[in-house]
């Protein structure tokens, strides 16, 4: 909630209360003068400070309403019979007005992103990448080539009178889409989240890189179906503060959106997650899905050599620390990751986020590799069990004595993200658990960096073999779960 807004409405429930109570008394009808002008005085500086929002538009009117109550009428009304009854009328129906407008500022908040809890101020900037050696298979046109958005944040050096960018870069283009397909199979209209334009990041956009260190450990993160490179940025954000330089690939057409720099939008497209095919076209359809993703993390490494020789424009070059490439995923992103840490050398760790193994080939499953792994998975997801808990625990067994398989109690699988900060409701439907929103945020934050500070720079943190001592909602998953 933005900070205007809070003393906004404390004035305005005084005035509805007031309002009320006094038609039901039959006392003088309009509202105490000084509830109703500090109202319109915190919304004059809302207006001119800060932003208003769709959510509180109601609210908005009712306050000027009160004031001209207040000021303007308080002399032609008189409370006979008919009059009574009318403002009795009109003051209940303004003060479910008011409720009603301030449920609705609660369920879709003006969310505050967590503070990153590391030394390094945070940039950020943006890349196109075309890879013409993959044809994209997820649109008509045969001659299409993979195209691919990537973010970066890294350890930044910004002016002394930057300030941070927005959550999201390309919201007026995302915004319609990501309401389309929040809720599968309820389209939302496109103005519902209008409101995440008020959302700041912690990162600058384009600041210059700090001089803390000559070069910073490299991490890549893949988002799950349906999500975007910004869907888990408080992870993004947390590492940067540490000291890394962390690259998020929208996988175009299994992100809910991509936004191109000429302002073409790939959208997504959910034939590429076949629901209704036969067990084996669905199968063949989820693997081709996990190797787009691991093909997008592929072909990021390769441009990061090439960006760190200075082969292509970026304040990064010469500063990537390449003997020192991490990996971390949510759900298909993290299938995708877990394909890239068996097959390319040069991934020294990684983390797969309610890993979603099922789409990962089973030549690949049986793969014996000895790098660090943690699978951090949600309670929703033990409980769940089946075929991706089978296979993933047998992947695991294959992974040497660095495999690590912990549990974020009370978390559903979209505790990984920022979902469970843009409504409350997602909760009560089931879709998010019952740990704070924040607290699981933090958490997780803190197990990544803490992850690969161990392993990326022989840092431990916390004790890998027994990491509810530091935080006890972190619970080695039991044996054969």
């Given at each position: 909630?933005?900070?205007?807004?809070?003393?906004?409405?404390?004035?305005?429930?005084?005035?509805?209360?007031?309002?009320?109570?006094?038609?039901?008394?039959?006392?003088?009808?309009?509202?105490?003068?000084?509830?109703?002008?500090?109202?319109?005085?915190?919304?004059?500086?809302?207006?001119?400070?800060?932003?208003?929002?769709?959510?509180?538009?109601?609210?908005?009117?009712?306050?000027?309403?009160?004031?001209?109550?207040?000021?303007?009428?308080?002399?032609?009304?008189?409370?006979?019979?008919?009059?009574?009854?009318?403002?009795?009328?009109?003051?209940?129906?303004?003060?479910?007005?008011?409720?009603?407008?301030?449920?609705?500022?609660?369920?879709?908040?003006?969310?505050?992103?967590?503070?990153?809890?590391?030394?390094?101020?945070?940039?950020?900037?943006?890349?196109?990448?075309?890879?013409?050696?993959?044809?994209?298979?997820?649109?008509?046109?045969?001659?299409?080539?993979?195209?691919?958005?990537?973010?970066?944040?890294?350890?930044?050096?910004?002016?002394?009178?930057?300030?941070?960018?927005?959550?999201?870069?390309?919201l007026p283009a995302l915004a319609p889409i990501?309401?389309?397909?929040?809720?599968?199979?309820?389209?939302?209209?496109?103005?519902?989240?209008?409101?995440?334009?008020?959302?700041?990041?912690?990162?600058?956009?384009?600041?210059?890189?700090?001089?803390?260190?000559?070069?910073?450990?490299?991490?890549?993160?893949?988002?799950?179906?349906?999500?975007?490179?910004?869907?888990?940025?408080?992870?993004?954000?947390?590492?940067a503060s540490h000291g890394y330089i962390v690259?998020?690939?929208?996988?175009?057409?299994?992100?809910?959106?991509?936004?191109?720099?000429?302002?073409?939008?790939?959208?997504?497209?959910?034939?590429?997650?076949?629901?209704?095919?036969?067990?084996?076209?669905?199968?063949?359809?989820?693997?081709?899905?996990?190797?787009?993703?691991?093909?997008?993390?592929?072909?990021?490494?390769?441009?990061?050599?090439?960006?760190?020789?200075?082969?292509?424009?970026?304040?990064?070059?010469?500063?990537?620390?390449?003997?020192?490439?991490?990996?971390?995923?949510?759900?298909?992103?993290?299938?995708?990751?877990?394909?890239?840490?068996?097959?390319?050398?040069?991934?020294?760790?990684?983390?797969?986020?309610?890993?979603?193994?099922?789409?990962?080939?089973?030549?690949?499953?049986?793969?014996?590799?000895?790098?660090?792994?943690?699978?951090?998975?949600?309670?929703?997801?033990?409980?769940?069990?089946?075929?991706?808990?089978?296979?993933?625990?047998?992947?695991?067994?294959?992974?040497?004595?660095?495999?690590?398989?912990?549990?974020?109690?009370?978390?559903?699988?979209?505790?990984?993200?920022?979902?469970?900060?843009?409504?409350?409701?997602?909760?009560?439907?089931?879709?998010?658990?019952?740990?704070?929103?924040?607290?699981?945020?933090?958490?997780?934050?803190?197990?990544?960096?803490?992850?690969?500070?161990?392993?990326?720079?022989?840092?431990?943190?916390?004790?890998?073999?027994?990491?509810?001592?530091?935080?006890?909602?972190?619970?080695?998953?039991?044996?054969?779960?």
């Amino acid at each position: 909630m933005l900070f205007w807004e809070l003393p906004f409405l404390l004035f305005l429930v005084i005035a509805a209360f007031a309002y009320t109570a006094n038609t039901a008394y039959r006392n003088d009808p309009p509202v105490p003068r000084w509830a109703a002008l500090l109202a319109v005085l915190c919304l004059a500086i809302l207006w001119l400070r800060e932003e208003l929002r769709w959510q509180l538009y109601p609210a908005y009117l009712l306050a000027l309403l009160y004031f001209v109550l207040s000021f303007i009428a308080r002399n032609y009304l008189r409370l006979r019979r008919a009059s009574w009854v009318a403002h009795t009328a009109l003051a209940k129906t303004m003060s479910i007005i008011v409720c009603f407008s301030i449920l609705l500022a609660w369920t879709l908040p003006v969310m505050d992103l967590p503070v990153p809890t590391g030394p390094h101020a945070i940039g950020t900037a943006s890349y196109y990448f075309q890879d013409t050696a993959r044809k994209e298979i997820y649109t008509a046109d045969p001659d299409d080539t993979r195209e691919v958005m990537v973010q970066v944040w890294y350890p930044a050096a910004p002016d002394a009178d930057a300030a941070p960018g927005p959550y999201l870069q390309d919201l007026p283009a995302l915004a319609p889409i990501i309401t389309q397909n929040l809720v599968p199979g309820r389209a939302m209209p496109g103005f519902m989240l209008d409101h995440l334009a008020l959302v700041a990041s912690n990162a600058y956009p384009d600041a210059p890189i700090s001089g803390d260190h000559e070069r910073f450990p490299v991490l890549i993160y893949s988002h799950g179906w349906t999500g975007f490179r910004n869907v888990a940025v408080d992870e993004c954000e947390a590492l940067a503060s540490h000291g890394y330089i962390v690259f998020a690939p929208d996988h175009s057409y299994g992100a809910m959106g991509t936004v191109f720099p000429d302002g073409r939008v790939a959208a997504l497209n959910r034939k590429a997650m076949p629901p209704d095919e036969p067990a084996d076209a669905r199968q063949a359809g989820i693997e081709l899905l996990v190797d787009t993703y691991a093909g997008d993390v592929r072909m990021l490494i390769d441009l990061l050599y090439r960006m760190h020789a200075g082969e292509m424009d970026s304040p990064l070059a010469g500063r990537l620390d390449l003997d020192r490439i991490g990996l971390f995923g949510h759900s298909t992103g993290g299938g995708a990751i877990t394909e890239v840490y068996l097959t390319d050398p040069r991934v020294k760790a990684a983390v797969g986020l309610d890993p979603w193994v099922v789409p990962v080939s089973p030549e690949l499953r049986k793969v014996h590799v000895s790098k660090p792994y943690l699978a951090l998975r949600s309670e929703g997801w033990i409980e769940r069990g089946g075929e991706n808990t089978t296979i993933l625990n047998a992947m695991l067994s294959n992974f040497g004595n660095h495999a690590y398989d912990w549990y974020l109690a009370g978390s559903q699988h979209e505790d990984f993200t920022l979902l469970p900060l843009l409504s409350p409701a997602f909760g009560w439907i089931g879709r998010t658990g019952p740990i704070a929103p924040y607290r699981a945020l933090e958490v997780t934050d803190a197990t990544l960096v803490a992850f690969f500070d161990q392993f990326l720079r022989n840092d431990p943190v916390i004790d890998l073999e027994n990491p509810s001592v530091s935080y006890p909602e972190l619970i080695q998953t039991p044996e054969g779960q």
